[in-house]
């Protein structure tokens, strides 16, 4: 069964950036969308942003439209985050899971359809 390993998550200042990494080491992923999740104290995991399985299509929530960037190579193995502009808002234990429904990324994602959930990987956006 696929296990995804999160990493890159750490504490920065406001305005700053972070890049984040999705990995399943000794797992070849193909078929699937990947998608990264977030959630904050007190809150519902939420969608952050998607990629397909072609690598051709990529979804973002309203929330960090501009400020993120999700890529991988033709393995999707690893699938990274690139954060800028990094607000306290995203503070949350960010998470990668594979679409294990479509290959297609949602416009909004559905959680429901994703499984293999790694630890997560903590960000905390303070002064």
């Known amino acids: 069964q696929v296990q995804f390993v999160e990493s890159g998550g750490g504490l920065v200042q406001p305005g700053g950036s972070l890049r984040l990494s999705c990995a399943a080491p000794g797992f070849t992923l193909d078929g699937y969308a990947i998608g990264w999740f977030r959630r904050a104290p007190g809150k519902e995991r939420e969608g952050v942003s998607c990629i397909s399985n072609s690598g051709g299509s990529e979804t973002y929530a309203d929330s960090v439209k501009v400020r993120f960037y999700i890529s991988s190579d033709k393995a999707k193995n690893p699938v990274y985050l690139q954060m800028k502009d990094l607000k306290p808002e995203d503070t949350a234990v960010y998470y990668c899971?594979?679409?294990?429904?479509?290959?297609?990324?949602?416009?909004?994602?559905?959680?429901?359809?994703?499984?293999?959930w790694g630890q997560g990987t903590q960000v905390t956006v303070s002064s």
């Open positions: 899971a594979e679409n294990i429904v479509r290959a297609a990324c949602t416009a909004v994602a559905r959680t429901y359809e994703y499984a293999y």
